[in-house]
């Protein structure tokens, strides 16, 4: 039987267990990265591990999150994982370098390798034929110490894709549509394998556009074929060398297969909250709009701003309109400000930010109340712009340069018939923001630079034999992990500070969260489905565990959360009949009787509810590896052999 590309991949990268769908298997990890705003954790977990050198092929650590400086504590963390880099053999992409990964791409990125990264969106690397994973601080941690990365083998779909884009419509529209047909939990267990002659006439940063956003899917990661294409793209970055062709085998078998006709599609939109809340802009309608943002990690290509910048041309941005552009690394920044389409955005009255996330985190230019922001980016959660009523599109580069132009949404292809831009062969090479870290004779002697910022992360202790605790929340279905641990430019800086970041928790579903779990002293928190979406950020567990949750049980979970719960100790359950859900109020009391022998031994596990006098099964699906891990309390004591 012949085998997909993913399938090739993991395969070369495959230490232990077997490609059957669902069980769990190891990989090697070739690459990491990490970025600032889980970097700072990642690191001191790092340094916990007592590992003097990494053991990948290739480490980088980006500054690209926290980059508003209104107090030293960013700064001071920039230093911190500066000075890791340094001593302990990563490179480091100082800040102003662009978003990570917008530069891996451009630098680092290589076919048939595979990427783990401390960020959701690390599959933007699968746009080059990498399997590129988004994890928590604590598994990149152990595979830059040269660990095994561990994963459920995920099924395969394969989005088939046919004809060209037509003008005007571009790669955020497709992604809009794979999210409009499988929705943000329709993903989950999966990889997305894009084939088909549409592939074709996709260039690599378009290809990234679309991995990127497979994240907002709840997909493992997303791939495309690695072909001539992506030879030229590495060639324009001088890294013909880093080329191997991928394809499918001919015969290689798929779980899913989803069409798409790209001839068909048209400007899409997601409206607010959600990313798969997709509708056409024209049946949206003209919508007027306060705010447009354009960069972010899945739109920010040299490719997306030379459109952005055409479309600028000759133009004034709207009244009461906001504009702001932040390309997404020095590279792209500094070829558009010699090519002079630079110009045409500052002309047209564009706000320029530098080369980071910025608001796509939150991070400055919060629309005003009530808002109405089109945004190029990946996530438009409630809240997360930083203004807690404001209604965030999701759009492509096109629909809101254009927009911007008109004040209100605006279908692109209103603007003209074609944009007339054309790719440089050959993109600037100047490396000098990626420092390269010290010798390992050199690098004895350095010191790690701590701030006063930096506080330890929480301990867990081994799992009792019983857990009895009252249920300190309960929530819906969809709470995002910006729900949990929110974000923001007041938050992040103290992502290396768990107790003071522990006064934010979930603050958004309900204001006394924090204070009711010290009153209670330890609590259980019960959720909908589709639980932890959204961001890698592991303080999403390590802020409950500081807090004393012990357990969350659910509907079902979100990947990457649930792997960074099982981290950290906490016990992730799902209900077996859902209608039990309904059961449950806040500030009953639970029990889980038993649950340390029954989970060793593979047994049911019930709860009971003490105060209804009622009891529920539960599912659980830990590997063994995970089981070990529960009841140690978490990866790091697994890890330690506690
Ligand atoms: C995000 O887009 O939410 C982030 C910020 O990049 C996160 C990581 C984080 O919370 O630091 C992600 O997607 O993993
Ligand atoms: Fe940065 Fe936004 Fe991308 Fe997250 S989604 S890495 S915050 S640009």
Request: net charge negative; charged share 25%; with cysteine.
């Amino acid at each position: 039987m012949g085998l997909t590309v993913a399938e090739k991949i993991i395969k070369n990268h495959l230490v232990e267990g077997e490609m059957i769908k669902g069980s769990e298997i190891g990989l090697k990890i070739d690459q990491t990265l990490t970025q600032d705003a889980t970097g700072t954790m990642a690191y001191l977990e790092f340094e916990a591990m007592g590992i003097p050198r990494v053991k990948t092929e290739l480490s980088v650590a980006y500054i690209d999150h926290n980059t508003l400086q209104t107090g030293f504590e960013n700064a001071d963390d920039h230093r911190f994982i500066g000075s890791v880099a340094k001593k302990r053999g990563l490179r480091f992409s100082r800040p102003g370098n662009g978003i990570c990964h917008q530069v891996h791409l451009e630098r680092f990125g290589k076919p048939g390798k595979t990427l783990i990264g401390s960020d959701s969106h690390t599959p933007t690397g699968g746009g080059i034929g990498m399997i590129a994973i988004g994890a928590g601080g604590l598994d990149v941690a152990v595979a830059m110490g040269g660990g095994t990365y561990y994963i459920t083998m995920p099924k395969i779909v394969n989005v088939k894709l046919s004809g060209s884009l037509k003008p005007f419509v571009a790669a955020k529209d497709i992604i809009l549509k794979v999210l409009q047909i499988m929705t943000v939990k329709g993903g989950v267990g999966k990889i997305i394998e894009y084939t088909g002659d549409g592939v074709k006439s996709l260039s690599v940063p378009e290809r990234a556009t679309i991995t990127n956003m497979g994240a907002e899917l709840g997909a493992t990661t997303s791939v495309f074929p690695s072909d001539e294409i992506t030879k030229e793209f590495l060639k324009a970055q001088s890294r013909e060398e880093d080329w191997i062709e991928l394809k499918a085998d001919e015969d290689a078998v798929y779980d899913e297969v989803i069409e798409i006709n790209l001839d068909e599609l048209e400007p899409l939109a997601a409206m607010p909250h959600m990313p798969d809340r997709v509708k056409s802009v024209k049946e949206i309608g003209k919508i007027k709009i306060d705010q447009v943002c354009i960069g972010s990690c899945t739109n920010s290509s040299l490719m997306d701003m030379l459109k952005v910048a055409e479309i600028l041309k000759g133009k004034t941005v709207a009244p009461n309109v906001s504009l702001s552009i932040a390309p997404g690394s020095k590279q792209v920044l500094n070829m558009l400000s010699l090519n002079g389409a630079l110009s045409s955005m500052i002309d047209a009255g564009a706000r320029i930010l530098e080369s980071a996330c910025g608001p796509c985190i939150g991070m400055g230019q919060s629309p005003n109340s009530k808002g109405i922001s089109l945004r190029t980016f990946n996530r438009n959660f409630e809240g997360r712009s930083g203004t807690a009523d404001a209604g965030i599109y999701l759009v492509s580069p096109e629909t809101a340069a254009v927009s911007a132009i008109t004040g209100y949404l605006t279908d692109p292809r209103e603007f003209g018939d074609s944009l007339k831009i054309t790719m440089p062969g050959q993109f600037i090479i100047n490396d000098n923001m990626i420092e390269l870290p010290a010798s390992p004779e050199e690098a004895e002697s350095l010191e790690i630079i701590y701030g006063p910022n930096i506080k330890p992360f929480p301990t867990s202790e081994k799992l009792p034999e019983t857990v009895t605790a009252k249920v300190a929340l309960k929530v819906g279905n969809d709470i995002t992990t910006d729900h949990i641990m929110p974000a923001g430019a007041k938050i992040l800086p103290y992502r290396s500070n768990i107790p003071y970041l522990s006064q934010f928790c979930f603050k958004q579903c309900d204001e006394n969260f924090a204070s009711r779990c010290k009153e209670l002293g330890k609590g259980i928190i019960i959720g909908g489905s589709n639980y932890g979406q959204g961001s890698s950020r592991e303080h999403a567990a390590l802020v409950p565990l500081y807090l004393g949750i012990k357990a969350i049980i659910t509907k079902s979970f979100a990947r990457i959360h649930k792997a960074n719960l099982i981290n950290a100790g906490i016990l992730p359950f799902t209900f077996k009949n859902e209608i039990d859900y309904d059961r449950i109020d806040e500030g009953d009391e639970l029990s889980l009787e038993n649950v340390r022998e029954k989970i060793e031994n593979g047994e049911k596990v019930f709860v009971k509810n003490l105060s209804k006098n009622e009891e529920y099964e539960l599912e659980y699906d830990y590997s063994e590896r995970q089981t070990a891990m529960l009841l140690a309390g978490g990866l790091l004591n697994y890890t330690k052999g506690e």
